[in-house]
């Protein structure tokens, strides 16, 4: 029993480079959503979806792109690395509605030099 | 809009004390739900316990236990008798009937628990 599971967990980008990471769950979970996780500021949304074919915008969407072609998939691009989005990356899923528990992949931990 | 905020950034106890962690939260929702997250050194997130907005009592697990008060919007969490293994990262989250399955996090509080 898979879970989530995110890769990679540890990448290096420099400035101006441009990657995906990648998102899976295996629980036929309707909501999925990334988080990015920086020192005194908790997990902050950055994208999330309600369904296949269905995004939208969290709290801190600028510089990130996503898709939602199916249930079990939600990768998450980075058009065009900056400093600032040196982050630990976190992707969840859940079952749709206000109670669900979120299961979270193991992290991405990602440096842009 | 909805706030979570956790106010002790870091927390050190030696090993046996009982520790409380403050959660206060803001949203116009009368449905809601509070989590808390912990986060181990090892970096995954643990889901710990669910309280919905009409169920205000107190919940312990083992040497776990929760206080869900909302006439102060708080959700504490306390660890007694502390261990060694309990040193993490614990973060209270809060969901919405009108966001639906997003989650706000509050900022983290780093427990530390000595030997």
């Known amino acids: 029993n898979a879970g989530v599971t995110q890769t990679p967990k540890f990448q290096v980008l420099k400035t101006g480079q441009s990657m995906t990471l990648q998102c899976a769950q295996d629980m036929n979970h309707e909501y999925m959503s990334w988080y990015r996780q920086d020192p005194g500021m908790g997990l902050r949304l950055i994208h999330y979806?309600?369904?296949?074919?269905?995004?939208d915008q969290g709290e801190v969407p600028n510089g990130y792109n996503v898709s939602r072609s199916t249930t079990e998939d939600f990768p998450l691009r980075l058009l065009s690395a900056a400093p600032s989005q040196t982050s630990v990356y976190f992707c969840a899923s859940s079952s749709r509605g206000v109670n669900t528990e979120a299961f979270f992949g193991q992290g991405t931990r990602l440096t842009v030099v | 809009a909805q706030k979570v905020t956790q106010a002790q950034t870091e927390i050190s106890v030696v090993e046996k004390e009982d520790v409380t962690l403050d959660c206060v939260y803001e949203?116009?929702?009368?449905?809601?739900?509070l989590f808390w997250y912990k986060q181990p050194p090892s970096g995954e997130l643990v889901f710990l316990i669910r309280r919905n907005s009409f169920d205000e009592q107190n919940e312990i697990s083992g040497r776990y236990s929760w206080n869900f008060q909302k006439s102060t919007s708080s959700f504490n969490f306390t660890i007694t008798a502390s261990q060694v293994v309990d040193s993490a990262v614990y973060f209270c989250?809060?969901?919405?009937?009108?966001?639906?399955?997003?989650?706000?996090f509050g900022e983290g509080t780093q427990l530390t628990v000595n030997p």
């Open positions: 979806s309600v369904g296949a074919g269905i995004t």
């Open positions: 949203t116009r929702d009368t449905t809601y739900y």
């Open positions: 989250a809060l969901s919405e009937e009108t966001s639906g399955s997003r989650l706000t």
